[in-house]
């Protein structure tokens, strides 16, 4: 069955959070793991919108942490759709931090997060396909596109090549 075609903005996501001291280490900084986390729950929440069924995190990349977060920051994830495949979905998240005392907002944190779909058996099933609004959208679709078969051709070498025992 064709499934309709849904844009990315309908899906896209923000979601915000005050950094507390428990999710920092003893300097002040916000854990790299918690900023991981609330990257990974919003990536989740735009494929599941995407889809409407489970979906899980098959993979992370290009995940960098460009400056720190500190405790009392607010933290803003911005989470959108970038490509479909047959039953996986990429999904880029930049996250910002505000520093609320002065008003200022810097980049932290950006990163490629592939989402499969499941079905009520736990197996992947088909995604609706993404519909491409603009030209920019179409060349991100293609780059990822182009990234994620560049992966499978990895996974695929680095499995013929034999474990060290
Ligand atoms: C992700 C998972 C469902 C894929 O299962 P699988 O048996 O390899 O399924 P398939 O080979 O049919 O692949 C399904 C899709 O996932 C993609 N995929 C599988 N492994 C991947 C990986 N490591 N990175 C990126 N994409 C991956 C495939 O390319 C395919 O996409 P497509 O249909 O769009 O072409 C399975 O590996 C899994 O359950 N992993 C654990 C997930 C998890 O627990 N995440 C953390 C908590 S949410």
Redesign the pocket.
Known sequence: MQMSAKTSSSTAITMSQIVLPYNANLAGNMHGGEVMKIMDSAAGAVAARHCLTNV????VTQLSFIEPVFVGDLVICNAQLIYT????MEIFVDVKAEDLGKGIIRCVSEGYF?M?S?DRNGH?SEVPPLQIENEQQQIIFDEAKRRIAQ??QQKRESSRIAPLK
Request: no cysteine; charged share 15%; net charge positive.
């Open positions: 899980v995190t098959a993979s495949g047959r039953t996986s592939v499969v499941l992947p992966m499978k």
